[in-house]
């Protein structure tokens, strides 16, 4: 699939990983770590531009991050909630110049390069303002956004993700990406979710 210019991919990595006690993006998992299994997704994937949004552990991730090749916004809002880091992702592709933004969270470890760039393609010509991933009856991250859907996400406040806008403007174009498998959407929140899918990911190699 060929570069797309225009589409920004935002990888969320700025949350304080409480549940955890200590920086979960950064553990070891799988011969890696779940911010690097995140941004080498998203730079495989078809969108030119990959960012990653940090925050309690941005001192930590700065390293990794332009080892990656991507570049680092820091959030220093981050213990306001998500939507400071969805903000702050938004801000960042509207300065850049970008039509769409494909945000990502850090902690999903079965999300791969072929899951974004079935967001990017379910665009369909634009007619899409915001594209989904759905598998096993929810929707969830990732997410694509046209840049139409740029002032209502800056609205987002606290723990509100970028999905919530669609209570609030109920007349956006939305098409959800449908995947076989709902593990897309497992994450990573405990010491116990870490083993967990750490053995699934192992075992799906």
Known sequence: MRRLSRVCACVLAAGGSRRMGECKLLMPFAGSTLLERA???AAGCAAEGVVAVTGAYADEMAPVV???????VRNPSWARGQASSVRAAVLHAACEGFDAVMLMVADQPFVTRSHL?????GRDGERAWACL???????????????????ALLELQGDEGARSLFRRHSGIPVR????????????????????????AVAHAR
């Not at 760039?117 to 393609?121: E, H, I, Q, T, V």
């Open 176 to 199: 959800c990406v449908h995947f076989e498998d709902a593990r897309l959407f497992e994450d990573v929140d405990t010491p116990e979710d870490l083993a967990r899918l750490e053995g």
């Open 66 to 72: 332009r080892r990656m090749g991507a570049r680092e």
């Open 117 to 121: 760039d079935a967001l990017l393609r």
């Open 39 to 41: 941004l080498e997704a």
């Open 133 to 151: 991933s759905a598998a096993g009856g929810r929707s969830g991250n990732p997410c694509l956004f046209d840049k139409r859907c740029f002032p």
